[in-house]
């Protein structure tokens, strides 16, 4: 998808782009295509210990709450021009990652 493609598309239309449908012997589920824990970093002295991207004090809460609010992914680089497409693909995988996680604890 083309940069200029992201100001128009919908955050649903992002995550569909973003990541991949893998078949699952149990079920369909949405797989990451990446590795972000080069990405996503813990730090306890930096933001609380939330996860940040690439040690920065951007966190993962920050870009997913922009990513809600109706922000483009071209808006998002924009205003932070330290971060890049993959970052926010990792912020995305770590977020599905997460609920994978609580699921399975859950069941």
């Not at 080069?38 to 870009?63: N, S």
Request: proline fraction near 7%; glycine fraction near 4%.
């Amino acid at each position: 998808m083309p940069p200029e493609a992201y100001k128009m598309a919908h955050p649903r239309d992002l995550i569909g782009h973003l990541v991949t449908r893998m078949p699952d012997r149990h079920a369909d589920r949405y797989t990451s295509l990446m590795d972000y824990r080069a990405i996503i970093t813990i730090e306890p002295d930096k933001r609380g210990g939330k996860p940040c991207i690439r040690g920065l004090r951007i966190t993962v809460y920050d870009v997913l709450d922009y990513l809600a609010s109706g922000m483009s992914v071209a808006e998002i680089l924009t205003d932070f021009p330290d971060l890049t497409e993959e970052d926010i693909r990792a912020c995305l995988a770590f977020a599905a990652d997460r609920e994978r996680r609580l699921m399975s604890r859950s069941a």
